[in-house]
């Protein structure tokens, strides 16, 4: 057996194997370093990330611009209820003080109340006080229509004390000296007045009421849009830019392990043509052998 092959040879493809051995265990204590280093760093990005965001004040900012904006409309509805049903029941309070009116003159002309105009004065009045007591006194600051239904809800003692009486009416600007009638037939008339002013307010209220929370209705469904958009698209550019942080290391890592690779590869070549190659059966080669 040739020495040179029988020693040299094998001495260098052990050592080869050796030092690939500890090549490959090497890298790997190395590796693992490097992978809990990059796990940090990807950590620290996270975390900058969440520290440069300022999704959560824009959207705590603009919850509470909605909670603000739902207050304000819960306000203004449950004026605009009371409204509406203020200017309903002043509908109907206004059909009955004309009637109560017009029975002064039902028989005969206003100078003279018979038993039946009483007893229709008597009904109205009775449902004239019933409206006046369930009329609504909800107040809004920015608003005056209060003020024309208190102005009714003061009647409400002169009605309660109307007591029209089988008889004369008198004159206008007399005094009332016979009875209460002519009294009576006055209050009428400027609760008839007080009514209108009431009714020609609250329309034009209940329409700006109606307009204001249709705004409002409309700046709570922006607002709940924005709310919605930051969270998905902000959400969605910082999961890309983490995803994108995370790309970057691993491809650092692969590079690093391909560059092993190649090294490895590159030593396991060594080794083997330190081992020499097989020599056939019959080859002149195996002269020297």
Do not use: C, W
């Amino acid at each position: 057996m040739n020495p040179l092959s029988a020693y040299g040879v094998q001495i260098g493809e052990v050592l080869s194997k050796i030092a690939q051995g500890r090549f490959r265990l090497g890298f790997e204590n190395s590796f693992q370093q490097i992978q809990n280093t990059v796990a940090n760093r990807i950590n620290d990005e996270i975390d900058r990330i969440a520290r440069e965001d300022d999704t959560p004040r824009r959207l705590a900012t603009l919850e509470s611009e909605y909670r603000k904006i739902e207050r304000n409309k819960g306000l203004i509805d449950t004026y605009e209820e009371s409204v509406r049903h203020n200017n309903s029941r002043l509908d109907t309070m206004q059909e009955n003080v004309t009637a109560a009116i017009s029975a002064f003159s039902t028989d005969d002309d206003n100078t003279n109340l018979t038993a039946d105009e009483v007893t229709t004065i008597e009904a109205k009045r009775d449902a004239l006080i019933e409206d006046t007591q369930r009329l609504l006194s909800t107040v809004h600051p920015n608003y005056a229509h209060p003020t024309a239904i208190r102005d009714i809800k003061n009647q409400l003692a002169t009605l309660q004390a109307m007591e029209p009486v089988v008889g004369v009416v008198d004159a206008e600007g007399s005094g009332s000296p016979s009875n209460s009638n002519r009294d009576i037939l006055d209050s009428l008339n400027s609760l008839d007045t007080l009514i209108s002013t009431a009714k020609n307010v609250g329309t034009v209220v209940q329409e700006d009421l109606f307009s204001v929370s249709l705004n409002l209705q409309a700046k709570l469904a922006g607002n709940a849009a924005d709310l919605t958009t930051i969270s998905t698209v902000e959400l969605k550019r910082r999961e890309e830019e983490i995803d994108q942080i995370k790309a970057d290391y691993g491809n650092i890592l692969r590079m690093i392990s391909l560059s092993f690779e190649a090294q490895a590869n590159s030593a396991e070549k060594l080794g083997e043509s330190l081992a020499g190659g097989k020599i056939e059966p019959g080859s002149v080669m195996n002269l020297f052998s």
